[in-house]
């Protein structure tokens, strides 16, 4: 791996940059089998390391595969003698208590160690980096380090029913996923980024960054027909993004949770959150035999001190929202589709509460007020049809100074 190539994806810390200058290229075991698996744990433990993760289906795979590449420095010092090559690049394979399925395979390379355990269709797969101090070539001192880049390839029709991925320092990228149904995704990372490209069909979605990045999710919607979404995404210091695409719920199905729910967090980035329903249900709605079956869907948007906005498109008139969009310091901006029909209130104490009407041609609807000032708007809407739907409640709130905005189309 050349030092141009390396520099691309290094953080942005001088020791960490002085370690990447004397990397060796990873040339050690790049391949690791998952056969039969439908539930996958892939954590990136401990470490002075920096990982991309990138989970895609292809063609040609038959099975899950996790693959391997990047740069490590090396395990020992070039410039103690008593070190020789074929000592510092060993490879360690050994084998663990089987207790079902294919037992447990650990591997250790220059530091890295990988480590699977298979109980049953249920594998984790384990990596961390064990770092010591060597010295650069001016006698310094340094931690060692490990540039990694681990693809998580996909048969395109996999039957696998959970994914989770978690990592210290990584970013974790998904792709061409749409022919997978998952009943969970779980991707966490403490500092770094989740991003999932295209669209991703999961009953039940969850992205965390725990300190600095961003989470965006392009396209979300649900893989079990009849099932409810549940999507959760924080970003403490970064922008989240969520895009959601929503089905009616088929509630006489044995589900704990009846509501579709969409939460989205951040600290002091921006929240974005926009829920549409799939264009091959707009039809279905009509239908009178599953009115009772649209469901109501929950969303929560919250930001410290970041913009908020959602724009939500409801499956029909009989579909109940509870929307809860909140900034500190920021602008909060809602638009609704109009079918919506219930309780709202939005306050904005310090700057300026605004409600913009339906402007659908040959909407019906109409806006009740039982408080109207500058800074704080309540009341009641009816639906397209005229009828007010109880159970309907939008709050938007914006604490210090920032202006609300709530927009009926």
């Given at each position: 791996?050349?030092?141009?190539?390396?520099?691309?994806?290094?953080?942005?810390?001088?020791?960490?940059?002085?370690?990447?200058?004397?990397?060796?290229?990873?040339?050690?075991?790049?391949?690791?089998?998952?056969?039969?698996?439908?539930?996958?744990?892939?954590?990136?433990?401990?470490?002075?390391?920096?990982?991309?993760?990138?989970?895609?289906?292809?063609?040609?795979?038959?099975?899950?595969?996790?693959?391997?590449?990047?740069?490590?420095?090396?395990?020992?010092?070039?410039?103690?003698?008593?070190?020789?090559?074929?000592?510092?690049?060993?490879?360690?394979?050994?084998?663990?208590?089987?207790?079902?399925?294919?037992?447990?395979?650990?591997?250790?390379?220059?530091?890295?160690?990988?480590?699977?355990?298979?109980?049953?269709?249920?594998?984790?797969?384990?990596?961390?980096?064990?770092?010591?101090?060597?010295?650069?070539?001016?006698?310094?001192?340094?931690?060692?380090?490990?540039?990694?880049?681990?693809?998580?390839?996909l048969p395109p029709a996999v039957d696998l029913q959970r994914l989770s991925i978690h990592g210290n320092q990584v970013k974790i990228h998904t792709r061409d996923l749409k022919g997978i149904r998952f009943d969970t995704v779980s991707l966490s990372s403490k500092r770094g980024e989740i991003h999932v490209m295209d669209l991703i069909r999961a009953d039940t979605?969850?992205?965390?960054?725990?300190?600095?990045?961003?989470?965006?999710?392009?396209s979300v919607e649900v893989a079990t027909t009849g099932a409810v979404l549940e999507i959760a995404a924080t970003a403490k210091k970064g922008d989240v993004l969520v895009n959601a695409l929503i089905s009616p719920a088929d509630l006489s199905r044995e589900m704990d949770q009846k509501d579709s729910k969409i939460v989205a967090i951040s600290q002091t980035g921006t929240v974005q959150v926009n829920v549409h329903a799939k264009p091959s249900e707009r039809s279905l709605v009509e239908d009178q035999s599953i009115r009772s079956s649209l469901g109501s869907l929950w969303v929560v948007a919250q930001?410290?001190?970041?913009?908020?906005?959602?724009?939500?498109?409801?499956?029909?008139?009989?579909?109940?929202?509870?929307?809860?969009?909140?900034?500190?310091?920021?602008?909060?901006?809602?638009?609704?589709?109009?079918?919506?029909?219930?309780?709202?209130?939005?306050?904005?104490?310090l700057g300026i509460a605004m409600i913009e009407t339906a402007t659908k041609p040959g909407s019906s609807s109409q806006i009740i007020y039982e408080k109207e000032l500058v800074t704080t708007k309540a009341g009641t809407k009816s639906g397209q049809d005229g009828k007010e739907i109880h159970g309907g409640q939008v709050e938007l709130r914006s604490r210090f100074g920032?202006?609300?905005?709530?927009?009926?189309?």
């Open positions: 791996m050349s030092t141009e190539s390396k520099g691309q994806v290094s953080p942005d810390d001088d020791e960490f940059n002085r370690c990447v200058y004397n990397t060796l290229e990873y040339d050690g075991p790049s391949e690791f089998n998952l056969a039969d698996t439908k539930n996958l744990d892939f954590v990136v433990g401990s470490g002075n390391y920096d990982a991309n993760i990138y989970v895609y289906t292809a063609a040609d795979a038959n099975e899950p595969t996790i693959e391997i590449r990047g740069a490590v420095s090396p395990y020992y010092d070039d410039n103690d003698p008593m070190t020789s090559l074929a000592s510092r690049k060993k490879i360690i394979p050994k084998r663990g208590s089987r207790t079902g399925g294919r037992g447990e395979m650990n591997t250790v390379y220059q530091g890295l160690h990988f480590e699977t355990n298979r109980t049953g269709d249920h594998t984790t797969f384990f990596v961390w980096y064990e770092d010591h101090i060597l010295q650069d070539e001016w006698g310094m001192p340094y931690s060692t380090c490990a540039l990694l880049q681990m693809d998580l390839v979605v969850v992205a965390k960054v725990e300190e600095k990045g961003d989470v965006t999710l392009e930001s410290e001190s970041g913009q908020v906005q959602t724009q939500i498109s409801l499956l029909g008139k009989d579909q109940n929202l509870r929307l809860q969009g909140e900034s500190k310091t920021g602008k909060v901006t809602s638009i609704i589709s109009d079918e919506f029909s219930g309780r709202f209130n939005i306050e904005a104490p920032g202006s609300v905005f709530l927009g009926f189309v």
